[in-house]
């Protein structure tokens, strides 16, 4: 491709872009045009301001302040960026390689094209002009040596750039099977949320804080009492001196009142500081001990991660140091042409392989190939269940693991989790004693509320599907049985995490631990019950590849409330009761060493069962009676 080629294909690119404006409509058009003056104008005020930074207040900092202001700087520019990524997750080339082929144009040169075209976002347009300002700046003030800033902001540029476009070819061959899409959109919708859980955990972390009674040099009570003492005797000598110089006439009545008010005022800031540092045991030592480990935190984290060698680069540079920005430079450049190689491999490859992206084609079967001998899931034989209640069980858990709706409501829990956990694990203060086997039940019952919509809407996920159950010969209680226990691996499973991890957390028994887990089975088990109710007295039809209901009728509504209110207390109750019971032994009695709580959940587990076993024969009987009610609304009929 020669120069008239390739600017060209450049206008071609250009004129493509705002053929796509153009069909969007006046408004889009509008909209996008105000939106670009406003980059623009933002990109200009960012240059200017970062070079009067740059220039009057970056020489005044120390290197640490430097460094948190380009770590800002940088993610501030990271956190737009993956915000346009997710806006334009799955990369479309704009130009398609295969319907340029026959023209004189190299395979090469129109996916340069494209990755250039990429970098039209709106995170570059006004982000980087601000760096460069940032760096532009400190040249006069730092020297010429800053100048190597710029390769390094290149490299830094380069590298994201690349490696954004090869995660998005990626997604474009993965997202080829639609099944295969909408799991993937699901999992990136997941990872983001879970993602802005970090500030949480940093949170919880607290690098920057210091606890009362952690660290040796906490002001005592002794020490606090004999430190007030001495500010007060010493208030007491100038106020002496004071009246002293007034009797002998060394002083005029105005001026005894002016040193008075200001030896009163002096006491009171020492007095109000001392209190302070008792209060949160935190001395001067201290607070600078606690932001020296910030800064080497960051610091080692600068060096680990990738955008970090910007950050340290540019810091060097302004102390006279090159051979970190050199080293940047070098590592981000590498980064950059290894990802846009390996993007330029995935994208010829989707043209030449079928649009499977990984170059490889399935050899072909011979006669004498026989295929290896495995049960599938859908086979598998459940213990203590019949073979009707294990093939709904094992035939719903893998629905569960396929469809990508189902598995957006099961990462909920793991969310509620992590942002409600995290929270409570992020107070400073001790919870009080005795209230250890209490956070368990909580968490579970949150957890178990939060997959609601799923459980107690069964049957219509199935949609379709439903048919199958109708016109099988299965009893209903297997098939409600079935559904119960295709669910109970997710449940079950992360339940028994969360109880292990607050065990450790809250130093917990391991008689309270086992308790736990007795009353994760039992509430598991009056949540199927209330669950399996409300499936078959209100289902609502539920969209393929959606979390909104169809049309849901006033009934269904006021059906859905009263079971998210009957819930906590149902399910709450009879597992709370144990706990409840053995604290109040413990206060009032004195009972300790006898395992209350323990040996009580066993008891309500095993009323639980035959409970439960009674209302699924109830179940079953009512839902054999309004199947076809439920099969009109989860096809799409009338509700």
Request: glycine share 8%.
């Amino acid at each position: 491709m020669n120069r008239e080629h390739f600017l060209a294909f450049l206008w071609l690119r250009w004129r493509l872009r705002v053929n796509q404006v153009k069909r969007a409509g006046t408004l889009n058009a509008i909209l996008t045009g105000i939106l670009a003056v406003a980059a623009l104008v933002a990109s200009i005020g960012l240059f200017v301001v970062g070079v009067v930074v740059g220039a009057l207040a970056m020489p005044q900092l120390s290197s640490a302040v430097r460094m948190y202001v380009w770590d800002g700087a940088t993610l501030l520019f990271l956190f737009c960026w993956a915000v346009g990524l997710l806006a334009d997750l799955q990369r479309s080339e704009g130009l398609a390689i295969d319907k340029i082929l026959h023209l004189p144009v190299s395979p090469s040169g129109a996916f340069l094209i494209n990755y250039i075209s990429s970098f039209f976002s709106v995170a570059l347009i006004m982000f980087i002009p601000g760096m460069v300002g940032l760096a532009l700046g400190q040249v006069y003030p730092a020297g010429p040596a800053m100048l190597l800033a710029f390769p390094l902001l290149v490299a830094f540029v380069f590298a994201v750039t690349a490696l954004t476009y090869q995660f998005q070819g990626w997604l474009a061959s993965m997202m080829s099977n639609p099944r295969r899409r909408r799991t993937v959109i699901v999992m990136v919708t997941g990872g983001v949320i879970l993602l802005a859980q970090l500030p949480q955990l940093v949170n919880i972390v607290r690098p920057w804080d210091i606890r009362p009674g952690n660290s040796a040099g906490k002001i005592s009570e002794e020490e606090f009492g004999r430190q007030t003492q001495a500010i007060n005797d010493e208030a007491k000598k100038r106020y002496e001196e004071l009246i002293r110089k007034f009797k002998a006439g060394e002083i005029a009545e105005e001026e005894l009142g002016r040193q008075t008010q200001a030896v009163s005022e002096e006491t009171q800031k020492l007095q109000d500081e001392l209190a302070r540092k008792f209060k949160t045991g935190e001395t001067t030592e201290e607070a600078k001990a606690a932001w020296a480990r910030v800064e080497r935190s960051i610091r080692l984290m600068n060096s680990l991660l990738p955008p970090g060698w910007l950050v340290l680069g540019a810091v060097e540079l302004a102390d006279g140091y090159v051979l970190t920005a050199l080293l940047g430079t070098l590592g981000l450049g590498l980064i950059g042409a290894v990802s846009l190689w390996r993007a330029y491999r995935t994208t010829i490859r989707m043209y030449t392989a079928g649009g499977s992206g990984d170059g490889r084609r399935p050899a072909p079967a011979t006669p004498t190939d026989q295929p290896a001998a495995r049960s599938r899931m859908v086979e598998w034989n459940l213990p203590w269940v019949s073979e009707y209640a294990a093939a709904v069980a094992t035939a719903g858990f893998r629905s569960l693991l396929r469809a990508p709706e189902t598995k957006m409501l099961l990462v909920t829990p793991l969310i509620m989790v992590a942002a409600f956990g995290g929270a409570f694990l992020s107070l400073s203060q001790t919870p009080p004693q005795g209230i250890g086997p209490f956070i368990p039940i909580g968490i579970l019952g949150m957890m178990m509320f939060s997959t609601m919509q799923l459980v107690g809407n069964q049957f219509g996920y199935d949609r379709d599907g439903f048919r199958a159950f109708v016109l099988s010969p299965v009893p209903r209680r297997e098939i409600l049985l079935g559904k119960n226990l295709s669910l109970a691996p997710v449940v079950l499973v992360l339940g028994l995490v969360v109880i292990v991890g607050v065990g450790f957390a809250f130093h917990l028994g391991v008689d309270q631990v086992v308790a736990s887990g007795i009353q994760l089975i039992t509430m598991y088990l009056l949540f199927c019950m209330i669950s399996n109710l409300c499936s078959i007295y209100a289902p609502f039809a539920i969209p393929s590849s959606s979390l909104k209901a169809a049309r849901p009728g006033s009934t269904v509504i006021l059906i859905l409330i009263g079971c998210m209110m009957v819930v906590p207390v149902v399910v709450g109750i009879p597992t709370i009761f144990p706990v409840i019971v053995e604290t109040i032994l413990v206060e009032t009695c004195g009972v300790t060493g006898v395992p209350v709580s323990l040996m009580l959940s066993v008891v309500i587990l095993a009323i639980v069962v035959c409970c439960y076993r009674w209302v699924l024969t109830w179940e079953g009987r009512l839902l054999a009676a309004r199947e076809q009610r439920i099969l009109e609304v989860v096809t799409g009929g009338t509700e």
